[in-house]
């Protein structure tokens, strides 16, 4: 039997419900409390420069109102690194932003951008913050963020959702779990995974978490939030055999 498999569950979207009107509903503190009853086991929030889903005043609120561990997503930029030193979540994850994008588009270049991103994951080291870069399953940036000294990647897993599960771009997660694993690296992999697709990902014996956000909020709308997080620890469970 694999060992279990952690699962980190995004509440951005909870955020861009909750801004599409303003005001204070729904509460993106409140949907991190009900995926904790539900089985996760952690919370990522990703304060993005424009702030199109959570605020400033989420991410703090969220490092003192929860028990669970915060995994703050954000660019690397001096903006970003002053309020995670600020705030002091249990792990940041460094990913690419474009103000354009809808959405995160592709991962980090950790290979072009060494000398940008190695002070900011120095820094962040140095205050006790678990730094994790999302990345490509790549070959060339796995190497490189072992280089850059960060605990822990965060495999694309976004063009495999997107191609419906190929065989090629499974084959990819896996060759790069297990490259990063033998480099003493901490693996985890999200974007795009839904109930469809989870499990052969899921199942890929080197990864530590997956982070999974959009489609879990949006299968609340039908089901609850609990019942959602619910099924999807079921779903990861079942893959891992545990």
């Known amino acids: 039997m694999t060992a279990r498999l952690r699962l980190g569950v995004n509440i951005d979207h909870v955020a861009t419900i909750r801004n599409a009107r303003g005001g204070d509903h729904p509460c993106p503190v409140r949907a991190a409390h009900l995926a904790a009853a539900a089985g996760a086991d952690g919370i990522t929030a990703h304060l993005r420069e424009d702030r199109r889903h959570m605020t400033d005043a989420d991410i703090a609120r969220l490092v003192r109102e929860i028990d669970l561990p915060l995994n703050l997503e954000m660019a690397a930029t001096d903006e970003m690194l002053a309020i995670a030193l600020r705030n002091r979540p249990h792990a940041a994850c460094i990913v690419p932003e474009r103000r354009a994008e809808r959405t995160t588009e592709g991962g980090l270049d950790a290979a072009g951008q060494h000398n940008t991103l ?27 963020a072992a280089r850059l000294g960060v605990p822990v990647v965060e495999l694309h897993t976004g063009p495999y959702a997107h191609s419906d599960g190929s065989v090629d771009e499974l084959g990819r997660l896996r060759e790069s779990a297990t490259r990063a694993a033998s480099l003493g690296l901490e693996v985890h992999a999200g974007h795009g995974l839904s109930f469809a697709n989870v499990g052969p990902v899921a199942a890929i014996p080197q990864l530590a978490e997956l982070n999974i956000g959009h489609f879990l909020i949006g299968e609340a709308v039908f089901t609850g939030l609990g019942a959602a997080v619910a099924e999807m620890r079921r779903r990861m469970d079942e893959a891992r055999g545990c």
């Open 118 to 144: 190695k002070p900011i994951v120095s820094r962040l080291g140095d205050a006790g913050i678990r730094v994790s870069l999302f990345i490509a399953p790549e070959a060339r940036q796995v190497e490189a």
